[in-house]
């Protein structure tokens, strides 16, 4: 008998022991997205110093005239290879992740594929930039000088990044005024980048 009024002493004992448990995971859940290494600037490699400005709050603010990016060499490194980076960024989240030549399936050349007439509208008569120094100005933005709470899981081993976009003289691009970029976090590779309406993932 002793120790069937032992049990609802046992009972409540773990039922606060849970909810301790309960509201010390939520209290380590919510200092962690303060604290999430995703917040922050890195440095970038491989890319041209110049081809983005980071204004410190994640937006992507690409120059009307600049250089050509990625560059002619750098592309001719894709005839060869789809494994050649054609760009390399130090992010906070992820460490070093590469654009790489890719395929149909991912990088530069995926983005070529499916998305170099959305980019072309972006730039469309905003000054003498190619579609591609706008994507890799976005890119570099976007993973090294993340907005507030980015990346974010985006389900099936990848993470996405998204940010506003203008440009260097206070204009949006008309239909698309954020980008999105998705980023396979097993292989720390960029997949797509990809102008949108939506400024989330």
């Known amino acids: 008998m002793p120790q069937n009024r032992n049990r609802p002493v046992i009972t409540g004992i773990a039922a606060v022991v849970a909810a301790g448990l309960l509201a010390g995971g939520l209290f380590l859940t919510a200092r962690q997205g303060a604290d999430d290494p995703t917040i922050g600037a890195g440095s970038s490699s491989g890319t041209p110093s110049d081809a983005a400005t980071a204004s410190g709050d994640g937006t ?46 991912q990088g530069y050349e995926h983005i070529r594929q499916r998305h170099t007439a959305d980019w072309q509208e972006v730039v469309a008569g905003h000054g003498s930039r190619d579609w591609d120094d706008a994507m890799l100005t976005a890119v570099q933005t976007a993973l090294v000088a993340p907005r507030a709470g980015f990346p974010v899981d985006a389900g099936d081993g990848k993470v996405c990044y998204a940010a506003p976009v203008r440009f260097d003289d206070g204009s949006r691009p008309d239909a698309d005024p954020f980008v999105k970029v998705i980023v396979s976090a097993t292989t720390d590779r960029v997949i797509t980048a990809y102008p949108t309406r939506t400024d989330d993932c």
């Open 60 to 105: 992507v603010t690409i120059t009307r005239a600049g250089p050509d990016l990625p560059g002619d060499t750098t592309l001719a490194r894709c005839d060869s290879t789809t494994q050649a980076a054609v760009a390399q960024y130090d992010t906070a989240a992820l460490g070093r992740v590469t654009l790489q030549c890719g395929t149909s399936a």
